[in-house]
């Protein structure tokens, strides 16, 4: 059986710009190209907050509502931790049936 620590959620996720590819993580503008990033970092922490609140409802067996919240942050932004939430969620409602 596989542990999976669900505790802590990820360390900060570094973003690409879109324009130029340079790796960043609580910028505004991009330090190489000078292309806003407001709104890329706006969907990135709203991502984080869904995987966050799906990760709650996972540990508290609530398992619908994890794969709910899961895709939503699927949607937002995929990430390895989210489609990790998304198939934790789905085995849960698996064996549930
Ligand atoms: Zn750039």
């Avoid at 590819?21 to 990033?37: D, I, N």
């Avoid at 895709?71 to 932004?77: D, E, F, I, K």
């Amino acid at each position: 059986m596989m542990n999976v620590d669900l505790s802590n959620l990820s360390q900060p996720l570094l973003l690409s710009c879109p324009t130029c590819g340079v790796k960043f993580h609580a910028l505004r503008q991009c330090r190489r190209c000078g292309t806003e990033l407001s709104e890329l970092m706006r969907t990135a922490h709203l991502a984080w907050k869904w995987r966050d609140t799906a990760r709650k409802s996972l540990l508290q067996g609530r398992f619908d509502d994890a794969w709910k919240q899961a895709g939503v942050a699927q949607t937002l932004q995929k990430t390895d931790f989210g489609e990790l939430l998304l198939q934790l969620a789905k085995c849960g409602l698996t064996r549930l049936r």
